[in-house]
């Protein structure tokens, strides 16, 4: 009866430690992903893009301050999500760890954000704008 309990208790804990490491090893690579993609921006991020996203960065610069909306999905093709003050493309530059951000406001961009989940952050932030509009 003892040996049998003990063995119970002793498979108990294996299957908590296991747990455990997991949680841990898990939290581990969410940290470094973390780290790695607020960590790597501006120049630092241009330096790790691949080829599809330096291609897909050129389309980025080609959004100013003054590009309308419908302007941009013309120049981006049509978002993955659309609500009036934000534009999201999931899979921007070709990776499923990839989400591009145009924030709107009064249907001009005031500011761009491109993260790459473990890679990079690349943002143009077109600040506080006036324009007249037609």
């Known amino acids: 009866m003892i040996g049998n309990d003990l063995s119970l208790n002793q498979g108990k804990i294996v299957i908590i430690l296991v747990v455990v490491l997991i949680l841990l090893s898990a939290a581990g690579v ?4 973390g780290y790695t993609t607020v960590t790597t921006s501006g120049d ?3 330096a790790v893009m691949t080829g599809e996203e330096l291609e897909a960065l050129e389309l980025i610069n080609r959004i100013k301050a003054t590009t309308s909306k419908d302007e941009a999905n013309d120049i981006l093709g049509e978002p993955s999500e659309d609500v009036y003050v934000v534009s999201k493309w999931n899979g921007f530059g070709g990776s499923s760890l990839s ?3 145009i924030y709107f406001d009064s249907g001009y961009p005031r500011k761009i954000r491109w993260i790459k989940l473990g890679n990079f952050i690349y943002e143009i932030d077109f600040g506080e ?3 007249e509009r037609k």
């Open 129 to 131: 704008i006036t324009i």
């Open 99 to 101: 989400q591009m951000r």
């Open 30 to 33: 969410s940290l470094y992903l």
């Open 44 to 46: 630092a991020a241009i």
